[in-house]
């Protein structure tokens, strides 16, 4: 695998690597189905439309997205759609699924359920990406969906899980920082004692190849042992990790999100065993939810070889 | 209304010199401290080993300027010193000069030299200009709480409220920010952004409209907001995010600096006067719109917290 650097780089592989079979759960808004309308002309995914199939078909009419040809399934209620749509990830059926308009925690309950009858093991968790301009690899925020507060047992599973998706990309040791808000005040925070912990194992080798550093906050990453930003103006890419674990939901879903504002784009999925499962936010656009798409197809494409 | 750390320290500029206090003072500080006397801003008392203050002044040019110099040579004392000076004057401002960080919080807390009213609660408010934005905005509590419950948080969003409109907004928007947008009995910062909002409703804040539980992108994106069904004046709108704990206030602030390359400046409010911290993440340019705000709270006759 050719190392990934930059979002613009799963789009041009998606190419490569699509058309794949990507069931489409409930795209009932119109953002969705021009996500989906641009990812099939662009030669991504070839779309199984499941959910409620005349909220679906008025949709792709506004969209002028024809999709008589497709394959689709009827499908009512969040849960019902999600429950099929996973199930067919992970019975082999197709190789990613992506949600629509139906919130996500719909979709965490089924992988989980899924994972669970697989005996996989795998804790689910969400790795959102961030394409941040001048940086020379992809940063990527995680568990941002899924683990409401994780004690640190749970810190090392998402841990895993990231290192696994970046070796999916060609980072065959990725950088690791366990953040924290810990500061000279406050006593120890839950989120240091856990970095303490998660720094040890990594350091015992049991999350593979990768290397958690010494930092917890972004002072400490980009100041290391200054004791102020004075005169630092440029983002140096070497001393960002690769992989930022957030301490709680709260400050995941917040800080990734934080796209809205800065001059970064985001990219969020979910890696389970089976195969990525495309999660966009229910507020996110067309040119953004597209991206998402190419890079799950991507990370299926790396997947399938593996199994191979 | 102002709108940018200029206005603020234009604002801050017409109201006359104000007495800082500063125990044991850095070298660093020198600098800092000769721009805001020459600004017009503050009029420095420096406290603690008279010999060193004085040298330190004579290489810079402070030394020109009008300053005052109260001899104590220890740590501790030279805090305590610090602090009794504030008291026995109306307003003036205390900066942490170099005294840690643990040390100047402990001692604010102190019954009798303290400056925190009975029943109050201290909290940091960082003050951005968005490089795209139009207007400062408020992120708290974004330093001292770590976990605070929901009577603390309505205590940090008041100490908000009131340096909002001290900054000229007259009714400010407020996301109680959280995970996601839905009330989840399982994610506790959702229950208590939507008590805020409730108790906004009532009017318990005054002239504010806190809506919450919000995410980010809906707190950041009216049109974002509209596509999960979330219609508030508050989206896109927002004057303060109030977060929901430490992690994610302390986390935000440095994120919104170094990857959004903000500009910040911060103050502690609750206290019975303005207290400035020295942050590792604020750069030296920065630091004198930090003055400049202390000496706007400065301006409201001490009152604020």
Partial sequence: MTMIRTLKEFSMSAREKGPKKFAVLAPEDEEFMRAVKISRDMGYIEPVLVGNIRKMEEVAEKVAFNIDTFQKIPQTGE????????????????????????PTSYIYRSIIREEAKAVSGMTVSVVSFWDIPGMDHLVAFTDTGVNIKPGVKA??????????????????????????GQREIGGTLDSYKDYDILK??????????????????????????????????????????????????DTGNILCKLDFFLDVTRSSLVATSRGPVCIPSRSDFSDNIVQQIAMCVVLADEMEKGEQ | MLRSFRDILDRASLGGARRLVVPNPKEEDMPLLSEAAAAGLIFPCLVGDGEAIKSMIDESPLSEKEYEVIEENDRQPALNRALEVLNAHDGGIFMQGGIPIQNVLHALHDKTRGMIPKGGIMSFVSVFPPLKGEKLILVTDTYINNHPSVAEKQQILTNALKLARVLGIKVPKV???????????????????????????????GDAVVEGPLDIDCA??????????????????????????????????????????????????????????????????????????????????????
């Fill in chain 2, 175 to 205: 996301a109680a920010l959280a995970a996601i947008e839905q009330v989840n009995p399982s994610i506790p910062s959702t229950l208590s952004a939507a008590i805020l909002s409730k108790m906004s409703e009532r009017r318990q804040f």
């Fill in chain 1, 155 to 180: 810190k090392a599973e998402v841990i895993k899980n990231a290192v696994f998706v970046y070796h999916l990309i060609g980072h065959p040791r990725p950088k690791i920082a366990v953040l924290s």
């Fill in chain 1, 79 to 102: 849960q019902a759609i999600s429950n099929l749509g996973i199930n067919m990830l992970f019975s082999g059926e197709l190789p990613i699924v992506g949600k629509g308009q139906i």
């Fill in chain 1, 200 to 249: 040890k194992s990594a350091d015992a080798g049991e999350f593979g190849e990768c290397e958690l550093v010494s930092a917890t906050s972004f002072t400490d990453i980009f100041l290391g042992d200054k004791n102020h930003r004075d005169g630092i103006t440029d983002l140096k890419g070497d001393g960002l990790p690769h992989i930022l674990v957030v301490p709680c939901l």
């Fill in chain 2, 220 to 305: 950041l994106s009216r049109a974002a907001a509209e596509r999960k069904g979330v219609n508030s004046i508050v989206t896109g709108e927002v004057d303060i995010y109030l977060v929901p704990e430490i992690d994610t206030g302390f986390l935000m602030a440095e994120a919104l600096v170094f990857f959004g390359k903000m500009k910040t400046a911060g103050v502690v409010m609750g206290t019975s006067k303005p207290v400035i911290l020295d942050l590792a993440f604020v750069s030296r340019e920065d630091r004198l719109a930090r003055i400049a705000l202390a000496c706007l709270l400065d301006g409201e006759g001490g009152s604020y917290g």
